[in-house]
Nanobody, 128 residues
Framework: QVKVVESGGGLVQPGGSLRLSCAGS????????IGWFRQAPGKEREEVGC????????????EYVDSVKGRFAISRDNAKNEVYLQMDNLKPEDTAVYYC?????????????????WGQGTQVTVSS
């Protein structure tokens, strides 16, 4: 069964760091675009960033929403079949449920994807 599973959320103080993991099952994360999203209470879901496939001219290009540029970094470990979201200098406004999603369609670059498979989400709370 194809699925993605997030892990690594938790409670952290402002200025702290967390790393979220997104594990792929029954597909290879290297071949597809993977997106990271978040949804805070009372707000719409927001795409935080994405990583294109490792193949061809995509070369694992990453994109970020302006609010996290310079603080968040997306990476991929093809051997472990995982994608990561490293979050540094966290702020209270980063508090949300974070999701990863995989686009297993023909579009291997991001952004602008139609994501097929979503994880269950992991809570990130930034508070003192």
């Amino acid at each position: 069964q194809v699925k993605v599973v997030e892990s690594g959320g938790g409670l952290v103080q402002p200025g702290g760091s967390l790393r979220l993991s997104c594990a792929g099952s029954q597909f290879l994360v290297a071949y597809y675009a993977i997106g990271w999203f978040r949804q805070a209470p009372g707000k719409e879901r927001e795409e935080v960033g994405c990583i294109s496939s490792s193949l061809g001219s995509n070369n694992g290009r990453v994109e970020y929403v302006d609010s996290v540029k310079g603080r968040f970094a997306i990476s991929r470990d093809n051997a472990k079949n995982e994608v990561y979201l490293q979050m540094d200098n966290l702020k209270p406004e980063d508090t949300a449920v974070y999701y990863c999603a995989a686009d297993l369609g023909l579009r291997t670059s991001c952004p602008g994807n139609s994501y097929d498979y979503w994880g269950q989400g992991t809570q990130v709370t930034v508070s003192s």
